[in-house]
């Protein structure tokens, strides 16, 4: 394993279950979207496939919890998934299923079970805890969150090193990514969250995409969100997502392939200096 991601388990934050503190992780990226649709779940598998191809030992964690697809996309039909830990069956390291073909281990979610979107506080801090444990094990651990901003996708965001923010240029889209950002603020968060632009039909215009959302910020909450990158429009998405197929298997040399590549390097650079900084206020 990389030792530059062996940082110590580094500082608190307040936790958005219960008022009390809780560790952050060290090497943890979050995937999110204000709304669904806006290609986030390929983005968390991409990005997975992009950051092992850089040599790195890759978690994908499906924290869609009650609409978990990432095994979908995939094509996998896993024997154990999150409803095994969240039923105190099995432990989360017990979870955790190689996917060969993308060189990444998984931890599968549960389609359908709307239980598991709303767990009690004491098990979201049971799985909080467990997963940041097993993040040992691993140089970065991507967290496939649920669209929005429900309890659940907050709490997950708080405790990651850097938060990856997925909006596209449709109104809906920038507006619920707003209100993302608004509400991590509110709960001290948004300090840890970059912006990608999905489904750009151009440089020239996702960069626009990124400076409607920017101004809005500036002007309103005063926050700089930092822009992690943008994913060019490409038929190869749509060909791969129906072949249930990961990007850079199928079509490693198209335009979103290269553009998910250069967000998965500047991600992992944003996240090891977050994870410097976490350690630097823990020794004090």
Same mark, same amino acid.
Request: aromatic letters at 4%; proline letters at 3%; charged letters at 25%.
């Given at each position: ?75 996998l039909?896993?024997?154990r ?35 598991? #979107? %709303?767990?009690?506080?004491?098990? =979201?801090?049971?799985?909080? &805890?467990?997963?940041?444990? *097993?993040? @040992? /094990? !691993? ?17 997950? #965001? %708080?405790?990651?090193?850097?938060? =990856?923010?997925?909006?596209? &240029?449709?109104?809906?889209? *920038?507006? @619920? /990514? !707003? ?24 440089k ?9 959302l *920017? ?11 930092p822009?992690?990158g ?10 791969t ?42 020794r004090?």
């Amino acid at each position: 394993m990389a030792t530059d991601t062996k940082i110590a388990q580094s500082s608190t934050a307040t936790d958005l279950t219960g008022g009390s503190s809780f560790p952050r992780g060290k090497n943890i990226i979050a995937v999110a979207s204000g709304k669904g649709g806006v290609g986030k779940t390929f983005f968390s598998i991409s990005l997975t496939q992009a950051l092992t191809r850089m040599g790195k030992k890759v978690l994908l964690f499906d924290g869609d919890l009650g609409l978990a697809n990432v095994d979908v996309q995939l094509g996998l039909m896993p024997k154990r998934d999150l409803n095994d830990v969240i039923r105190g069956r099995l432990s989360l390291d017990k979870v955790v299923q190689r996917y060969e073909d993308g060189g990444f281990d998984i931890i599968a979610g549960r389609s359908g079970q709307a239980s598991l #979107s %709303a767990l009690p506080s004491q098990r =979201l801090a049971m799985l909080r &805890d467990q997963l940041i444990e *097993l993040s @040992d /094990a !691993y140089d970065v651990v991507v967290i496939d969150l649920g669209a929005g901003v429900d309890r659940t996708v907050r709490m997950f #965001s %708080a405790f990651a090193t850097r938060t =990856l923010l997925v909006s596209t &240029d449709e109104p809906t889209s *920038l507006t @619920d /990514a !707003y209100a993302f950002i608004k509400l991590g603020s509110a709960a001290g968060m948004s300090k840890n969250v970059s912006i990608v632009v999905n489904m750009a039909s151009s440089k020239t215009e996702g960069e626009k995409t990124y400076k409607t959302l *920017l101004k809005a910020c500036e002007n309103f909450l005063r926050l700089s969100p930092p822009l992690a990158g943008m994913i060019r429009q490409d038929p190869k998405v749509k060909e791969t997502i129906r072949h249930q197929t990961p990007l850079l298997t199928r079509s490693p040399n198209c335009d979103a392939a290269g553009d998910i590549e250069k967000i998965a390097e500047n991600a992992y650079q944003e996240m090891l200096e977050e994870a410097k900084m976490l350690a630097k206020a823990a020794r004090g």
